[in-house]
C-alpha cells in the first residue's frame, strides 16, 4: 500500500484548487465585509467558493504546422441570481486562481449595480503577443468549443477581458453559432456592433470611471476641474478615462502603459500620445513629456490616481509613497490587502474596482438586453442610463457606508453580499 506523503496532504486542503495571491485578496475582502455583516456562516459557506469550474486542455495548430498544447478556465461564481456574467483573458499568467477572484469580484460588481447576473471570468493561459492572428482565431474557436457545456445566452455570457476584444467575441460569437445552427448574438457581449454589439461598449468602463469619478467629487467637494489625474494603463480604459477626464477639464498629469510611463506637471496633451501611440503602439519614446517607468506613475503627486492596468499594482512596497487623495480602481484588485491598510492609515481613500470599473458589465448587461430585444439603442440612451445606473450604485455605497461606519469597499460589498445572501436565502438549497 502506498504511504501517504506530506504533498498528498497538502494537496487534500480545502480551497486549494483555487490557492492564489488574487483569490486570497479576494477573499479577505469577502471575509472583513461578512463579518461586518455578521453574515449568517451558512452564506459564507456557500459564497465563498466558486460553484462551478471548469479546465481545460486543447491543441491548436500552430501556422508552422505544429501543435501548441493550452490550458483554458471558466470559473462561475455563482448561480444564484441568473445566468453568469464575466471576461475571458489572455496572457501568461491566467491561472484557475485568478479566474476564481474575478469571476468572485463579478459578482459583486453584479449585485451592486442590480445586473440580473452572477459573476464568471475565464481565460486562457498562452502569450497573445507571439501569437498570429490566424493562430488566435484557431486558439478562441477551440475555446469556445472547449466551453459549449457550460455557456449560453441563459447561462453564462462571456465579454472582452485583458488581451481580448471584439475581434475575439466576434469568432466567439460564431463558434458558438455554428454549434447550434443559427445566430445566437446574445452568447457574448462586447462584440462589434453590426454583430449585434452596442453603441458605447467599447468605451463604457473608462467612460465608467468617469462618471464613478464626479459623483466621488460631488460627495468630498473636491473640483474635478482643478484636479490632478495620474493614470497607470493606457489601454481601453485607462486612455478611453485619459481624453474623458482631460475634456472634462481635469489635469492629466501622468499616465503610462507596459513599455513606460510619461509625466507632465502642467498636464498631458493627451490627443497628442494617443496619436503617439496609434503609430507606434507604445509610449515608450513619446517626445513630449518626462519619461518615467511605468509603475513611477501611481507616486506621481496629483489628486487621483488611477489604475487602470492589471492587478496587484499597489503593495506594501510602494504604498507609503503615493501621494494622492483618492485611489479610483479601474482595474479588477489593483491594491493588495496590505497596501490597502496603509492607505487607509494615510487616510487615502478608495473607490473600489467592483464601482469603478463596473461600467463595463453595465453596458454588456444593456447590450444583451438589446439582442434579446433585437432592438438597439442610440448612443445617448446607452450613456445616460450607464451615467444613472453607476450614480444609484454610488449612492448605495455612501449609504451603507454610513450605515455601517466602514470605508467605501466594505460598502460597496455589504451591499453586494447582502443583495445575493438575500436571493441565496429565498432560494433555499436543494433538495
Ligand atoms: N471584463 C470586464 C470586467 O471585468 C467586463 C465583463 C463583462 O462585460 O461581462 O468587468
Known sequence: MATQTQDDVDDAVPGREWASALYRQ?????????????????????????????VVNFPVRLDSGGVL????????????????????????????????????????????L???????????????????????????????A????????????????????EREMAWFMDTYSQMVGHSVFEVVTGKPVVLGGTTGRREATGLGVVYVIEAMCEKIGMDLREARVAIQGF??????????LHAIGARVVAVSDHSAGVVDADGLDIAALARWTAQNGVLEGYPGATQVGPRDVLEVPCEIVIPAARERQITAEN???????????????PTTPEAEAILHERGILIVPDVLANAGGVTVSYFEWVQDHQRYSWDELDVQERLRRQLRAAFGRVIDAADRLGCDWRMAALSVAIERVSQAARMRGIYP
Open 69 to 112: 498544447g493550452l490550458t483554458g478556465y471558466r470559473v462561475q461564481h455563482t448561480l444564484t441570481m441568473g445566468p453568469t456574467k464575466g471576461g475571458f483573458r489572455y496572457g501568461p499568467d491566467v491561472s484557475l486562481g485568478e479566474c476564481s477572484a474575478l469571476a468572485m469580484w463579478m459578482t459583486w460588481k453584479c449585485a451592486l
Open 235 to 244: 489601454g481601453n480604459v485607462g486612455a478611453v478615462a485619459a481624453s474623458e
Open 146 to 165: 472547449e466551453l459549449i457545456p457550460v455557456i449560453g445566452p441563459d447561462r453564462d455570457i462571456p465579454a472582452p477581458d485583458m488581451a481580448t476584444g
Open 26 to 54: 479576494s477573499t479577505d475582502q469577502f471575509d472583513r465585509a461578512a463579518e461586518l455583516l455578521e453574515l449568517d456562516p451558512e452564506f459564507v459557506t456557500r459564497l465563498s467558493e466558486p460553484r462551478r469550474s471548469i
Open 114 to 144: 442590480g445586473l440580473p447576473y452572477g459573476g464568471a471570468k475565464g481565460g486562457v493561459r498562452c502569450t497573445p503577443a507571439q501569437l498570429s492572428v490566424h493562430e488566435l482565431e484557431r486558439l478562441t474557436r477551440r475555446y469556445a
Open 319 to 333: 504604498a507609503p509613497r503615493l501621494q494622492c487623495q483618492v485611489v479610483v480602481e479601474a482595474a479588477n484588485g
